[in-house]
DNA sequence: CAGCGAAGG
């Protein structure tokens, strides 16, 4: 066993894991405590009734975790110690140390809500806050106290606020274990710079001038201003006096990037050179850089949020949390002792950066996060007052109530109904795994699951558009079908169906500019879909070829027809006038078909009046993405089930329906009824819409 | 016309 920091703590550990169900074990980077901690519990006997799971929020984690414990228990890998991720489960009867993604786990408690195939339950790097983490968290409060068989679970993080998490499990134990980082000297700047590319490029200089060897990290939010950044580098780099410094390699390192070119910053640099890591917030977690000494933290990040009231996601960049800054600092002190360059004043760090990052789960939309817990059916379950550790806005959770309402997945009482049920089985979003079920009964579901698939992958399979490359793209028109000017989704049907033609063929992807990993991902989704689906079927799950012709209007129609009913809870109607669109059921303004869209318009120019979009972004405006026409007889049923909409109901408040309560001001109803006021706290609210309804049946 | 932080089933 490796001189790790946790090991001189084994005594205490386990000790402490003997006496109490819940430990939070606090551990830096370098403490050893994700290969470590599991290896213990094993050596002491705690997997002799059932594994011991360790989860992770990174699929590559999983593996490589997994695979540095097997080596270190000499044994081989998916034997003794194996990893469980989406598409790939190397576990077996012998296997007693089991790596999974915190996903994974969720996907297992669904079926086997007590996970009794489990003595010891770790969440690892629980500080990040991963939607599926914070969920497991809430559910492991349940089970320690109703499982029947014996559970200790483990909550293990590098800087989470360990306080926090142990008044959570009813003032657990919390455990810390320092961590083997060497020194990083921080360095702030005394005025925040106006441009922070150009701040960066000037600080990168100075050091590659003045200091010693060793490689520079540098964080900036996305590929736009990396690419900006690369390019200013290399150019500042050559008009330096040759010999004067050491040689430089300089390496953007974002999402967007095919992976062959991610995997270069794992390659040693030649002799006497000094590597420029320009990244995104990927080289905080996911990607460890070896070599670095020097960072640069720009202070921001991009981070996606999602507005309950309005539907709308948006990407914003914002400043990045305490713990960021001192994770990305902590980047340069992993080889030797290393310097932080902070492009922003101390005070500002104090003062204006908030402790944590706001955890995932109050920034996303919660449909199939709430559909999933009614799955469960937990006894003493009331979706608004689910025991999360952050908990997420009264008004997200009422947002994802009225979704699954509009999807069929909740009865009118907040319920969930047989095929609420169904849906929570596809590891899908909710109005996709709706789309899957009516394409079943509809009798289209071949197509549907092509659709569905291309869009789980849908942001992996057109390369990254940059600036520079943009241009040579415009004078190479695409072959790729326009989906029959219905729209995106028949597009991405048609796309797959071309390629499955080619008997899958990866050359076809790169004439075609499409992501080889991103189609390959969609052909696993689909099989993986497939095998779900198989059990209740209706007609075939292989990828059809058109029987009629590819662009005749017909060949979509029942798909789409599945579409709609699949997204009543995005569905939008344009204006009278103008090719304008209002999102039905959303408190929002008018939203436009994103210009990339192959939807075409009539001979007067005008756009269909009802389509249904797979999300909305705002970026330089709202906009649809991905949108399908939908037929107005297919509509008029969700519009009535909206102008019934109690959301008070929903959520479980009342056995008698009441109009006048409704909380969400609809656009389908064409008069203003007043929201609930914002009260600081929900249990407030939710009293106050309990009295206020209470009254007014009263006054009847 | 506009634009993609990171992750997961």
């Known amino acids: 066993m490796a001189d790790l920091p946790i090991v001189r703590f084994e005594e205490k550990i386990i000790e402490t894991v003997e006496k109490n169900p819940v430990v939070v074990v606090i551990g830096e980077t370098g403490s050893g405590k994700s290969t470590q901690l599991s290896q213990m519990l094993y050596k002491r006997g705690y997997a002799k009734s059932g594994m011991i799971a360790v989860t992770q929020p990174r699929r590559v984690a999983a593996v490589s975790v997994s695979r540095r414990v097997a080596q270190e228990q000499n044994v081989r890998l998916g034997e003794e110690v194996g990893y469980a991720i989406r598409f790939e489960d190397r576990t077996s009867e012998k296997t007693h140390i ?43 409060k349940r089970l320690i106290k109703w499982r029947h068989s014996n559970l200790k679970v483990l909550i293990t993080s590098a800087t989470l606020d360990g306080g926090k998490v142990s008044r959570f499990f009813s003032d657990c134990p919390v455990l810390t274990v320092p961590g083997e980082l060497f020194p990083v000297e921080i360095v702030h ?41 690369v390019m200013k580098l290399e150019k500042k780099i050559q008009s330096l006096d040759e ?27 030649p002799p006497n050179c000094r590597r420029f890591i320009v990244s995104t917030n990927i080289a905080e977690t996911s990607l460890t850089v070896d070599g670095v000494v020097y960072v640069i933290d720009s202070g921001y990040v991009k981070q996606r949020q999602y507005n309950p009231s309005t539907g709308m996601y948006s990407l914003e960049v914002v400043q990045i949390s305490k713990v960021q800054a001192k994770q990305r600092a902590g980047r340069a002190g992993r080889t030797r002792p290393g310097k932080c360059y902070r492009l922003y004043p101390s005070m500002v760090y104090h003062d204006d950066f908030l402790d944590a990052t706001v955890p995932e789960i109050q920034r996303s939309s919660l449909a199939g996060t709430v559909l999933y817990l009614k799955s469960l059916d937990l006894a003493d379950m009331d979706i608004l007052k689910f025991d999360f550790l952050d908990s997420p806005s009264i008004e997200s959770l009422e947002d994802a109530l009225k979704q699954l309402y509009l999807v069929d997945a909740i009865d009118e009482n907040g319920s969930i109904t047989s095929l609420g049920r169904k849906m929570a089985e596809l590891p899908l979003e909710p109005s996709l795994s709706r789309t899957l079920l009516e394409a079943n009964e509809l009798d289209c579901l071949s197509q549907a699951l092509t659709v569905v698939s291309m869009l789980s992958a849908e942001t992996t399979l057109l390369p990254a558009p940059s600036k520079i490359s943009e241009k040579k793209r415009k004078h190479t028109p695409s072959n790729l079908p326009d989906g029959a000017g219905l729209g995106d989704h028949i597009q991405l049907l048609q796309i797959y169906e071309q390629w499955y033609q080619t008997d899958y063929n990866i050359d ?35 990828v059809q070829t058109s029987k009629r012709r590819r662009d005749s209007p017909q060949e979509y129609r029942i798909l789409r027809k599945a579409l709609c009913i699949g997204y009543a809870n995005q569905l939008a109607e344009r204006s009278i006038r103008h090719n304008g669109y209002r999102p039905l059921g959303f408190k929002s303004e008018l939203v436009q078909v994103h210009p990339s869209s192959v939807l075409k318009a009539d001979e007067d120019g005008m756009l269909p009046n009802y389509v249904v979009y797979h999300e909305l972004i705002v970026t330089s405006r709202p906009f649809m993405r991905n949108v399908c026409a939908v037929e107005m007889r297919w509509v008029a049923p969700i519009l009535a089930k909206l102008e019934k909409l109690n959301v008070f109901k929903l959520s479980g408040g009342s056995s008698q329906p009441d109009k006048q309560i409704q909380e969400v001001t609809l656009n389908v109803e ?27 049946k009263g006054q009847k």
């Open 98 to 140: 089991k790596y999974l993604t915190d996903g994974v786990l969720l996907r297992e408690s669904l079926f086997n809500p007590e996970l009794n195939q489990y003595s010891v339950i770790i969440l690892d790097e629980a500080h990040e806050r991963s939607l599926n983490t914070d969920i497991l968290l809430g559910l492991m």
């Open 189 to 229: 700047i005394s005025e925040r710079p106006k441009n922070y590319v150009e701040a960066s490029l000037k600080t990168a200089i100075d050091i590659h001038v003045r200091e010693p060897e060793g490689d520079i990290l540098i964080f900036l939010t996305g590929q736009d201003d990396i690419e900006k950044l």
């Open 243 to 269: 010999g004067s410094c050491l040689d430089a390699l300089i390496l953007p390192l974002h999402g967007s990037l095919p992976p062959e070119m991610q995997v270069r910053v794992f390659s040693p640099p």
């Open 508 to 542: 076809w992807c790169k004439e075609n500019n499409l992501q080889v990993h991103g189609m390959v991902f969609v052909r696993d989704v689909r099989k993986q879909l497939s095998q779900i689906m198989q059990k209740i079927a209706k007609g075939s799950l292989d």
């Open 670 to 696: 064409k008069k203003e009824i007043a929201t609930i006021q914002s009260p600081e706290d929900r249990d407030s609210r939710i009293q106050a819409a309990r009295e206020r309804f209470l009254a007014r």
